[in-house]
C-alpha cells in the first residue's frame, strides 16, 4: 500500500497498539476505510474489534500508531472531538431515553444542549430534519413508540445530524429479523451511494458477503486480512479462526440434531400470561404453552414484540398475570431466587444489568449463586475438587479466553464475558434453562459452542427455552417455534413443519405466517 493516503480514503489508522497491562489487545492493527463503501470488520471474540473502534472514535487513545482523518495525522481526545472530525458510532446499547421525544433525543445529544437552551430555531430545524429521515411527528412519538429497526435508523439519523461521515455500526444487525436487515443494509447502502463510509463490526458472515464492499478480518489484536467481501466463506473461517476445518464440521453436525430425538413430561407450563410494561401497557397478552423434558422451545421475533418481558417474567425479573409451573409447582409469584431453588436458571439479554459483577473476577462471577445462597466457600468443594479446578474447567469448557480465573471480568471481552455467563448457567443440576440471545455478539466458534451445550443440556433432559431473532440460529437448535408479534403469538408450530419463510413472515405480522 502507498504511504500516501488514497484519495478517497477517509480515515486510516496505522499501526495502532494498545495494551492493558499485560494484554495487548490491538498489535500493530491497521484499517483503512473509504467513502462510498460498506466496510465489514470482523474476528473472533477477543480479536481486539472493539478497542479498535473504540479509539476511532475517540474513546481511548492507542499507545502507538496514528490515525489520518481525510489525509490529515489527528489525535481523537474524546467523542466530541470525533464528531467535529466526521466520526460517529452505534453501540449494542443504544443512548437514548425512552419516555423522551424524538425532537427531544435527538437535540438534547447535540452539544450538550438542555430543554431550556434550545430555540424555536433549533426545533424547527430539528423537526424538518426528522421529518425528511422518515420520522412522522417526532415532537409526539417517544423513543419507547419505535419498532427495534426503526429505533437503530434513528440513531443512525442523531449521527447524521451531528455532520457524521464516517459511520461505526457495532452488531447492528443482532436483533433483527430477516426483513429488517434488508431494510438496514438497503438503508446503508443509500448513506454509503452518497458519499459516507460506513463502518459494520459484525460475526455474520453470510451479510459481510451479500452487503459489504471489502472486509478486514482480525485475530489476535492483529489486522490478517484486508480484501472485498467476495472472498470465500471458508477462507474467511480460515482466516478468524486459523482453520476452518473443525468449525465447519462442528456446524454440520448441530444441524443434523434432531434426528432420533424424543421428549419427556411437561417441566415448563405456561397459562393466559399477560405482562405489563414499566409504564403499565400491556406488552405480553394471553400467552400460553408447554416446554418438555429433553424439548427445546425457539422463542423468534423481531424485538420489541414482548419477547424480552416474556422472558423476564419467566425468570421472575418481572411480574405477570397468569400461571407458570415449573416441574408441577406454581411458580408465578415466585422470586428469582426461589425460581432457582425449583431449578429455572437464566441467561438474560441485558448481560451488564443481570448477569455480571464487572469489577469481580471471573471465579467470584462463576460463583455468584453460592454468594447468593450464603454458601462458605473454601478451596474445595464437598468432592474434593479445588473451586479453581472447578471453574478453569467450565472456562475451558466454553474456551473463554484468556483462561485466567482471577482476572477481573471487565478486563474480558464482551464475547468472553458472554461465555462466561452462560458457562455458570449451564453448569450444575437444573430443570429448565432460560437462554435470551446466549450466542449474541459471540463468533462462529464461541456460538457453536454455547449451541453444541444447550443440544447436551437437552439430551439430557432439560427443557430450554431460546430466545433470539437469528433464523440460521433458530434452525439449529429448535424443536419448536414460538413467534411473537405484537405481544401476542403470531405462530406456534414444530420444526419440520415449520418453513423459514414462515417464520419470516410471522415476524413481520404478516396474516400468512
Known sequence: MSDQPDPVSVIHARDLTKAFGSLVANDDVSLEVRSGEIHAVVGENGAGKTTLMRMLSGEMQPDSGSIEVRGNVVRIRNPQEAVQFGIGMVRQHYSVVAEFSLLENLLLGVSGSSARSLTRSDKDRGVEFLSSEGFNDPQRTTVKDLSVDELQRFEIARLLYTGAEILILDEPTAVLGPIEVERLYVHLRALADAGRAIVVITHKLDEV????????????????????????????????????????????????????????????????????????????????????????????????????HLMDALAGLRSAEGVINVDGADVTGDSPRQRFHHGVRFVSEDRHRWDVLSDATVTENMLAHDYADGHPLGNTNTKGKTITSIVTSVLKQFDVRPLAPQMRLGNLSGGNQQRVVVGRESAGTKRVLLLSHPTRGLDVVGAAKIVGDALEQRASGIAIVWNTADLDEAYIVADTFLVMYRGQIAYFGKRETTTRDKLAMAMSGSSEG
Do not use: W
Request: charged share 20%; with cysteine; hydrophobic share 35%.
Open 209 to 308: 458477503q451479500a452487503y459489504s464492499d471489502r472486509v478486514t478480518v482480525m485475530r489476535g489484536g492483529k489486522t490478517v486480512l484486508n480484501t472485498g467481501s467476495m472472498i470465500d466463506k471458508n477462507d474467511l473461517l480460515s482466516a478468524m479462526f486459523g482453520s476452518h476445518l473443525n468449525v465447519a464440521r462442528e456446524q454440520s453436525e448441530l444441524i443434523s440434531h434432531h434426528e432420533d430425538h424424543t421428549v419427556g413430561p411437561v417441566l415448563l407450563s405456561v397459562e393466559g400470561l399477560d405482562i405489563a410494561g414499566n409504564d403499565g401497557r400491556k406488552r405480553v397478552q394471553s400467552v400460553s404453552f408447554e416446554v418438555r423434558s429433553g424439548e427445546i422451545l425457539c422463542v423468534v421475533g423481531v424485538e420489541g414484540n414482548g419477547q424480552t
